[in-house]
């Protein structure tokens, strides 16, 4: 009896000790932020920037663990943020607004708790047709076949009010919602006259298009461009410069949306501005990561924000 008495009380001080033991270590862990990247698929853009940004955060801001995932972008990341499964999400500006302020694919859906941290690039909306289509302007998709985007896609929207600035509207051209994959075979194959395309430049597709084809790139005139951004002030005016693709003699006027990073009111001021401070002052890791790494600058950190700024960030654009 006494040896049973002697085990168990040796029992109950090992117990007590590990608990001892077990509160130190997970008292540790609690100095850990952990930080989630919704970025886009995996041959996009969002995806190496993101999987850099999370490198720079790992590495500036002591206890971080940050890591980068591969989503369905835009729209699908908003619903991320929404859900409370990720923390920071690449979005499109544009798409940012319509969910703030719950329009577009966001109609009665608003979220009305988004906070940027910064816009990053323009995402060029690039009009092109070929030559031999004798399309030379905007005006001239009048009773044309205008593949506009994917039904419900951002560049469904961008293509609608492009060509509402024109006073043109879908009962004026033969509306196809294709993405743009099949956008580009169907301009190579004769049965889409132009398309819409949101992408940084140069565009990959519209290369390979350019190889074998004239392809023209329509202009967006700085009036009606003026005209847009009254309306819908997340666009920004931009150049495609020439040469961006084969034959093109000279600039392009066009207007952008800007790639951006969002939050929630749920990330705290603190961490909102050692997140901003951590990625800008190490912007050589996301040149190294991308092409378009190059075009963020903290300079054009607030260039088309649609909402307002988390206060962290607020701070450190202003120092």
Known sequence: MRKTVA?????????????????STVQAPSDKKFINIATGGTAGTY??????????LNK???????????????????NMLKDGKVDIAFVQNDITYYAANGTEMFKDKKVPNLVG???LYPETIQIITLDKTGIKTIADLKGKRVAVGAAGSGTEANARQILEAYGITYQDIKTQYLSFGEAAS???????????????FPTAAIQDIAAQNQVVLLAVEPDKADALISKYPFYTKIKIPANTYPNQAADVSAVAVMAMLVATDKLDADMGY????????????????????KQITKAGAKDGMPISL??????????
């Not at 500036?60 to 908003?78: E, F, R």
């Not at 301009?187 to 992408?199: E, H, P, Q, S, Y």
């Not at 050692?274 to 790494?293: M, W």
């Not at 988390?310 to 120092?319: D, I």
Request: aromatic share 8%; with cysteine.
């Open 310 to 319: 988390n206060a962290g960030a607020e701070k450190f654009f202003k120092e």
């Open 274 to 293: 050692k997140i901003t401070k951590a990625i800008y002052t190490n912007l050589d890791r996301l040149q190294a990561s991308h092409s378009v790494g």
């Open 7 to 23: 085990i168990f009380v040796v029992c109950l001080f090992a117990i007590a000790l590990l608990a001892g033991c077990g509160s």
């Open 60 to 78: 500036n801001i002591p206890g971080m663990n940050a890591s980068a995932q591969s989503t369905g972008a835009s729209v699908a990341n908003i």
């Open 186 to 200: 169907g301009l190579k194959d004769g049965n889409v006259d132009a398309a819409f395309v949101t992408a940084g």
């Open 47 to 56: 995806y190496p920037l993101g999987g850099a940004m999370a490198e720079i």
């Open 117 to 119: 941290l910064a816009t």
